[in-house]
Nanobody
Framework: QVQLAESGGGLVQAGGSLRLSCAASGLTFRLSVMGWFRQAPGKEREFVATIPWTGGSTTYADSVKGRFTISTDNAKNTVYLQMNSLKPEDTAHYYC????????????WGQGTQVTVSS
């Protein structure tokens, strides 16, 4: 059974930084792509960043390019999202997700962690 558990959210002032973590288990890691998504109140969930579990090309939403970095730690089975230069518009519930390589459906989701950026 796949489990994804996010942590690291919180309240931060604009311009500050946070690092989100997603501890993963039950995945066939070498076949997986990991992603971060977010959903703000009253808005649809949106893509933030993706990375193949074994490393390689990362992708980012235009709104976070140059400020956020996604990475994996294979030894800890953990995916990170380093968020710098945070803006109030980054306020959202952030979710970790996993899908199989070559597929487009994100099958597995965590419960999410709240990030609130004050101005």
């Amino acid at each position: 059974q796949v489990q994804l558990a996010e942590s690291g959210g919180g309240l931060v002032q604009a311009g500050g930084s946070l690092r989100l973590s997603c501890a993963a288990s039950g995945l066939t890691f070498r076949l997986s792509v990991m992603g971060w998504f977010r959903q703000a109140p009253g808005k649809e969930r949106e893509f933030v960043a993706t990375i193949p579990w074994t490393g390689g090309s990362t992708t980012y939403a235009d709104s976070v390019k140059g400020r956020f970095t996604i990475s994996t730690d294979n030894a800890k089975n953990t995916v990170y999202l380093q968020m710098n230069s945070l803006k109030p518009e980054d306020t959202a519930h952030y979710y970790c997700a996993a899908r199989r390589r070559g597929y487009t459906t994100w099958d597995n989701w965590g419960q999410g962690t709240q990030v609130t950026v004050s101005s």
